[in-house]
C-alpha cells in the first residue's frame, strides 16, 4: 500500500480508502459477514482510511460492529453530518451523539460537513452555532479533523474552501469529471493551502467501468498495458500528485484484490505522453453518447431564476447513460430535494446564461428538453410529496 501525507497534521493515510457505502445487501440488510472479510483484508493490506455517513444505511453501525474488534485506534475513520437536516441547534449534537453510538466510539477522525455546495449553507448551519460547536469538539477531541464534502462547481468550491479554517476537504473527480465539479483546479486550490483532497466517484458510481460504451471497452481490451477499465479510471487519479486518498465503495472481494493491486504501486505523476492521449479517447467515446456537452464548469451560474444548470444537464445526462432511474433520482437530489428549488421548468428563458457559456450551448433549448423528459407526473408527485410531507 502507497501513503500519501497529510501535510496538515503529518498523517499517512493509505491512498486507497474504503468507502462503506455499497456494503453488499440481501433484502435491504446488509451483510455483516461479508462486509467485514472485505473490510479487514483491506485492513491487512494496509487501508487506514474507512469513510461513512449518517445518511448511508447501515453503514455506520456495520463499520462500527467491525471497529469494535480491535481496529478502532488503529484506523481513521471519516463520517458526514447531514446539515441539510439540521433545522436549530440542538440537532448538530443529536446527530453526532448518534453518529458516534453507530460507529461505537468516541471520536471522529474526519467529520465532514456532508454535501456543502455553498457558502450560503455552511452560513445557515453557522448561525445555528456550528463555529463554536466544532471549535468545542476539536478542543475536546471527539472530533480531530473538520472537513467538508463537495458536489458543486469550481468557483462555489472555492468560495467554500476560503470560507473556514478547514482540515481537508472531498470531493468528485474522475477523468470525466476533470474539468466539471470542483475540476482538477478546484483540487489544486486546496492542495496549495495544502488541504487533503479526499476522492469520491474515482469511477463515477460505475459509469467507468460497466456503463462504458463498446467503443471505449474494445479499446481498453486491445490496449498493450492489459489494465481493466477501473484500473485505467483510478491510475489516472493517483497520478495526481495534489490527491491524497482515493475512496472505493467495495463490495467484492475481487475488488478490493484488484484494487489494493493498483494502489500498492500507483505513483503520483506516472502517466506518460501516450496514457494521457488514451485517456482523451475514452473521454471521447463516452462523450459521443452523451446529449449535452455540459462541462459542469458553472460559469452560466448564477440563473436569475434560480436554476442550477450543470445540475439539470448532469442528472438528464445520466438518464441515457445510466438509465432512467439514475437520471431521475439525481435530478430529484440536485434539484428538487431541497428548500429552494433548482429545476429546469424555473427558467424564464432571458438567455442571461448563453452568453456566459464557454462550449455555446444553446441552454434554453436544452432546459427544455431537460423539462420533457425529467419533470414527469411521477416526478411532480415525488416533488409535491417532498414539498409538503418532506423536511424542505
Ligand atoms: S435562460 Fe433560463 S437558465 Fe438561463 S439565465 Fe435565464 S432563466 Fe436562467
Ligand atoms: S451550461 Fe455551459 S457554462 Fe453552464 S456549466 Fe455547462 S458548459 Fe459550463
Redesign the pocket.
Known amino acids: 500500500m502507497k501513503y500519501r501525507v497529510n501535510k496538515k497534521n503529518g498523517q499517512e493515510l493509505s491512498i486507497l480508502g474504503y468507502g462503506c457505502m455499497r456494503f453488499a445487501r440481501k433484502g435491504g440488510s446488509i451483510l455483516q459477514e461479508k462486509a467485514e472479510e472485505e473490510l479487514k483484508l483491506a485492513y491487512d493490506a494496509g487501508v487506514n482510511y474507512f469513510d461513512t455517513a449518517y445518511i448511508y444505511p447501515g453503514s455506520e453501525v456495520a463499520l462500527g460492529k467491525f471497529l469494535s474488534k480491535g481496529y478502532r485506534q488503529k484506523v481513521y475513520v471519516a463520517d458526514k453530518l447531514p446539515h441539510y437536516l439540521v433545522k436549530k441547534e440542538q440537532d448538530i449534537e443529536k446527530f453526532f451523539q448518534e453518529m458516534l453510538e453507530r460507529l461505537q466510539t468516541d471520536y471522529i477522525d474526519y467529520f465532514l460537513v456532508h454535501m456543502l455546495n455553498d457558502v450560503e449553507s455552511f452560513e445557515r448551519i453557522c448561525k445555528l452555532g456550528m463555529r463554536e460547536w466544532i471549535a468545542e469538539k476539536k478542543q475536546s477531541g471527539a472530533i480531530r479533523n473538520i472537513g467538508f464534502s463537495f458536489h458543486g462547481n469550481t468557483a462555489k468550491f472555492k468560495e467554500i474552501v476560503d470560507a473556514y479554517d478547514w482540515d481537508f476537504c472531498q470531493v468528485q473527480f474522475n477523468y470525466m469529471d476533470e474539468h466539471s465539479q470542483a475540476g482538477i483546479e478546484g483540487i489544486r486550490y486546496a492542495a496549495k493551502k495544502d488541504l487533503p483532497v479526499i476522492i469520491m466517484e474515482p469511477l463515477r458510481g460505475g459509469q467507468l467501468v460497466k456503463g462504458l460504451p463498446e467503443h471505449a471497452k474494445d479499446r481498453i481490451r486491445k490496449h498493450e498495458k492489459g489494465y481493466s477499465a477501473a484500473e485505467w479510471g483510478l491510475r489516472w487519479i493517483y497520478q495526481h500528485e495534489e490527491v491524497t486518498v482515493v475512496l472505493s465503495g467495495m463490495n467484492e472481494k475481487e475488488q478490493v484484490l484488484d484494487n489494493l493491486r493498483v494502489a500498492s504501486d500507483a505513483d503520483a505523476g506516472s502517466f506518460d505522453e501516450s496514457d494521457a492521449v488514451f485517456i482523451e479517447e475514452l473521454r471521447k467515446d463516452i462523450l459521443k453518447q452523451i446529449k449535452v456537452p ?7 451560474q448564477p440563473c436569475p431564476a434560480g436554476v442550477d ?2 445540475a439539470c ?1 448532469t442528472s438528464y445526462n445520466m438518464s441515457f447513460s445510466e438509465g432512467r432511474i439514475a437520471g431521475m433520482s439525481e435530478y430529484l437530489k440536485r434539484t428538487t430535494m431541497k428548500k429552494n428549488r433548482t429545476n429546469a421548468s424555473l427558467c424564464l428563458k432571458c438567455g442571461k ?1 448563453e452568453q ?4 455555446g ?1 444553446p ?1 434554453r433549448q436544452h432546459l427544455s428538453e431537460v423539462k420533457r423528459r425529467m419533470e414527469t407526473p411521477a416526478y411532480k408527485v415525488i416533488a409535491y410529496g417532498a414539498k409538503h410531507f418532506g423536511r424542505f
Open positions: 455540459c462541462t459542469g464548469c458553472g460559469y452560466c444548470i450543470p444537464f446564461c456566459h457559456c464557454p462550449q450551448l441552454i
